[in-house]
């Protein structure tokens, strides 16, 4: 039976949902009534696969990642090579989608929010591409671990806006963006870059990312010939997670993996790991599992990978956590860091932080499977933009 | 009749205006909260507005972002709030409506938070994150104990969205005066007149209009068309400038009394 989510209001079983002020409440019917209607225009998904094809350069590869493969003995491992997309990353997926949306709403403003840097610069490339006005809020904690994509912003011609408040991350410059497009709701369409946010958020962004998924498995069954035995993905917000997971959720014989960010350690409290050490609770417009207090105040998070510093996780997720569907774990910094560079030294392939997160992982379920498995991870991002960081974390700066 | 339809129906009959002040409950302390709203009482204040803080305040801007986090520094939470009511119940009857984020009412308990506000003595709740189509589970829980819930509506709001909060909002409907966040503006929005007029149509329940209204002349040409006012930014800053808790409450019953001063000619011109 296919699934039908989220149901007209945006739910997911108990999570998603509408959570915003009565201002924002008219922009986001119009939101769906417009994603709606072009989900069913021929004319508007021919555009997306064009630039999905001309622009972000789709279809990503499937690689078979032979000496990984070696290195641990076991499962054929697969990597989705997301990081070859235009930009670096799979943001650029949604970004182009919503860019095209935000034109069909004759709204020339958009604005966004980045912990990474990654869906920054995919809205600000995809403003350039469509000569659209471009702000982009982000933490200045993030700013700092993730200078390089600070700086590609403003060369596209974007807005950096340098969010102070609270932890000064991905979280705050969720905040700050919303209190913008509370503003300038009239002018203005919000570029939410994961599967968050405020019905139809969740669902609009799982659509755009789903080609992931789609490709990938057409993908594996020309090469393998039968479906592969696990997938692994990241998840931060969780779009790239549920990009891949999509187009699989109906085969029971596919096991699923989404790896949270462990930080240091899931007992020094210092980590991203919402449905380890979280409860259910409403953050930016969604119910969903979340990191917050007692007295359901937000707590702190953290990560070394900007991307997954967060602390609620997409409203899907946690529907499909509850289900058993999904099974979700975590890496710690250290890991991920290992991985970051096992990948680089095996395959010639950098990845990013967030990314490593899902190699890491790979890594340990990889040996335990048989030879004949196959296993996908979803490289999510490339590397370059952690580069720095990780120098100076070696201490090599 | 609860505490705020009674004090909207004494002020209809009278011809005058609420004024409705409100504040971060905890900044700077607790026991400071009940003296300021001893002082904007004596000031002229018909209602109250105690602001819970939150760690995401999305819907305000800097100075109540700043209080909410002054507020949560020294240690604030739902639980210190009712106990805080409780004690301004101790001297004093004006309605106090709690103004707070969704998260923190769903972590204490929808029908816990309602029972609890209610027998602390509180009248009303507005949250600005729960719009009708979630607010099912604290709607019952809050009819079930006689607490109004109080919603909002902003200038966007379509006609189908005015009248489905308009039937839903308890005690009186909230009507944000501009696009935007909370926080001083050099200016009233101009289409608030429109704005206010559009909601008469739809209902008969009082009408109070909030975020950017921060001096007396600005509430007084709101309250030409409005029932009352709610100013919140200008009242905390004064809060945020003052030196100590004392000082703080000597400024707010003058600041109190300025508004209240300001509604009041209001009153001799509409006549």
């Known amino acids: 039976m296919k699934r039908r989510l989220p149901d007209r209001h945006g739910h997911f079983g108990p999570y998603g949902g509408k959570f915003v002020p009565e201002t924002l409440m008219p922009a986001l019917g119009e939101l769906e009534r417009e994603y709606l209607a072009a989900r069913r225009d021929t004319a508007f998904r021919a555009e997306l696969d064009h630039y999905l094809r001309e622009y972000a350069g789709r279809p990503t590869p499937l690689y078979f990642a032979r000496r990984l493969t070696e290195a641990l003995g076991g499962a054929k491992i697969y990597l989705k090579r997301e990081d070859l997309c235009h930009t670096g990353a799979h943001k650029i997926n949604n970004c182009l989608g919503q860019g095209l949306l935000t034109l069909r709403m004759g709204k020339r403003r958009v604005i966004a929010e980045t912990g990474a840097g990654q869906h920054g610069v995919a809205t600000a490339t995809v403003a350039a591409a469509f000569a659209l006005e471009c702000v982009i809020y982000m933490g200045t904690e993030d700013m700092e671990r993730q200078a390089l994509n600070v700086f590609r912003m403003r060369l596209l011609g ?137 007295d359901g105040q937000i707590c702190p998070t953290h990560s070394v990978s900007a991307g997954l510093d967060y602390p609620s996780v997409g409203p ?82 | 009749m609860n505490r705020i339809d009674a004090a909207f129906h004494r002020l209809r009959k009278e011809g005058r205006k609420a004024f409705i002040p409100y504040l971060m409950a905890g900044d700077p302390r607790m026991d400071a909260t009940v003296s300021f709203v001893r002082a904007l009482e004596r000031g002229g204040a018909d209602l109250i507005e105690l602001g819970v803080p939150f760690s995401d305040p999305l819907a305000d801007g800097p100075v109540i972002q700043r209080a909410s986090e002054r507020s949560l520094w020294e240690g604030t939470t739902l639980r210190g709030v009712l106990a805080c009511v409780r004690r301004i119940r101790q001297q ?90 909370t926080g001083m503006r050099r ?42 006012v709610i100013v919140g930014s200008a009242c905390v800053r004064l809060i945020e400038q003052s030196r100590g808790v004392r000082d703080a409450a000597r400024r707010l019953q003058a600041f109190a009394s300025r508004f209240r001063r300001a509604l009041d000619r209001c009153r001799k011109r509409t006549r």
């Open chain 1, 158 to 294: 974007a807005e950096v806006r340098p969010v102070e408040g609270g932890s000064r991350t991905l979280k705050d410059a969720i905040n700050e963006a919303m209190r913008d497009w509370t503003t300038n709701v009239r002018t203005t369409h919000y570029i939410l870059g994961s599967v968050l946010g405020a019905h139809p958020y969740p669902m609009i962004v799982r659509d755009f990312q789903a080609v992931i998924g789609r490709e990938a498995r057409e993908q594996i069954l020309k090469i393998e010939g039968k479906l592969p035995d696990l997938l692994v993905a990241c998840v931060g917000g969780g779009s790239n997670a549920l990009g891949l997971f999509f187009s699989f959720l109906e085969d029971p014989e596919v096991r699923m993996v989404g790896v949270e960010a462990g930080g240091m350690g899931l007992r020094t409290g210092k980590h991203a790991a919402r449905f380890a050490g979280g409860t259910v609770g409403v953050l930016h417009g969604t119910r969903s599992y979340l990191l917050q207090n007692r």
């Open chain 1, 316 to 397: 899907e997720h946690s529907f499909y956590h509850d289900e058993g569907r999904v099974t979700y774990t975590s890496v710690t910094d250290r890991e991920a860091l290992e991985a970051f560079e096992m990948l680089a030294r095996l395959e010639g392939i950098i990845p990013a932080l967030e990314s490593a997160h899902a190699v890491a992982h790979a890594c340990k379920l990889a040996p335990a499977m048989k030879k004949k498995q196959t296993l996908i991870i979803n490289l999510s991002g490339r590397g370059d933009k952690d580069v720095e960081q990780v120098a100076k974390i070696r201490g090599e700066r």
């Open chain 2, 92 to 181: 004093s009857q004006i309605p106090l409506l709690l103004m707070t984020y969704y998260n923190p009412v769903a972590k204490y308990g929808e029908a816990r938070f309602a029972r609890d506000a209610l027998a602390a003595g509180v009248d009303g709740v507005i949250i600005p994150d729960l719009p009708p189509e979630e607010a099912g589970g604290v709607r019952v829980a809050a009819r079930r104990e006689g607490l109004d819930l109080v919603f909002l509506l902003a200038p966007t709001s379509t006609e189908d969205r005015i009248r489905r909060v308009c039937r839903a909002t308890q005690g009186f409907v909230y009507y944000v005066s501009l696009t935007g966040v």
């Open chain 2, 187 to 228: 200016s009233l929005d101009p289409t608030l007149m429109e704005g206010i007029q559009r909601l008469r149509k739809a209902t008969r329940i009082p009408i109070a209009v909030g975020f950017g209204i921060s001096s007396p002349g600005q509430a007084e040409r709101a309250a030409r068309w409005a029932d009352g």
